[in-house]
T-cell receptor, first 111, second 115 residues
Framework: DAKTTQPPSMDCAEGRAANLPCNHSTISGNEYVYWYRQIHSQGPQYIIHGLKNNETNEMASLIITEDRKSSTLILPHATLRDTAVYYCIVRVASNDYKLSFGAGTTVTVRA | DADVTQTPRNRITKTGKRIMLECSQTKGHDRMYWYRQDPGLGLRLIYYSFDVKDINKGEISDGYSVSRQAQAKFSLSLESAIPNQTALYFC??????????????FGPGTRLTVL
């Protein structure tokens, strides 16, 4: 599975959009981009995934560049409860057991 | 009630003791996983099981063993605990449908301290 690079931390004001970048320059054509988050010491929680089209659900939007070498997770209206570590994971769909969590991005939403 | 439960939630033990961490799920999923998390690090896969008769080692299985007693239960054992096994342990489950959408559902975690 391709390696991902995320900034270690970022701050966001409550009510504003939070844009979380992820670089995956070695991504293969059959690899998906997944995002999970982990609120302090709780189990990780799935957010969204995508292959090449932009995706949106009730939690977030995922924007994948045309060359697929990077992506951005957007939390449209960040709340204090969105403070968490966000993990960007790249893997092929068939390797569903291989959730390889790196250090992620620690997002702090401030009032 | 939570779909994925872990017991105990916290445990302090001594070096050399045998410890069992238990995981139960009511989601009806075939696949179950054990991860450990060390401070400031991501999760690392210890063992995973695709069904009751299928057990597979993950990336850090040394010093651990598992038992899949039933579809809904997956236990992790430390035969002789050592201090560097002090960590936060998570159990997770996923459906067997495969494909791109294969969300893993995590339990609340067990904080284990080995003195």
């Amino acid at each position: 599975d391709a390696k991902t690079t995320q900034p270690p931390s970022m701050d966001c004001a409550e009510g504003r959009a939070a844009n979380l970048p992820c670089n995956h320059s070695t991504i293969s054509g059959n690899e998906y981009v997944y995002w999970y988050r982990q609120i302090h010491s709780q189990g990780p929680q799935y957010i969204i995934h995508g292959l090449k089209n932009n995706e949106t659900n009730e939690m977030a939007s995922l924007i994948i560049t045309e060359d697929r070498k990077s992506s951005t997770l957007i939390l449209p209206h960040a709340t204090l409860r969105d403070t968490a570590v966000y993990y960007c994971i790249v893997r092929v769909a068939s390797n569903d057991y291989k959730l390889s969590f790196g250090a992620g991005t620690t997002v702090t939403v401030r009032a | 009630d939570a779909d994925v439960t872990q017991t105990p939630r916290n445990r302090i033990t001594k070096t050399g003791k045998r410890i069992m961490l238990e995981c139960s799920q009511t989601k009806g999923h075939d696949r179950m996983y054990w991860y450990r998390q060390d401070p400031g690090l991501g999760l690392r896969l210890i063992y995973y099981s695709f069904d009751v008769k299928d057990i597979n080692k993950g990336e850090i299985s040394d010093g651990y063993s598992v038992s899949r007693q039933a579809q809904a239960k997956f236990s992790l054992s430390l035969e002789s605990a050592i201090p560097n096994q002090t960590a936060l342990y998570f159990c997770a489950t996923s459906d067997r449908t495969g494909g791109a959408y294969n969300e893993q559902f995590f339990g609340p975690g067990t904080r284990l301290t080995v003195l």
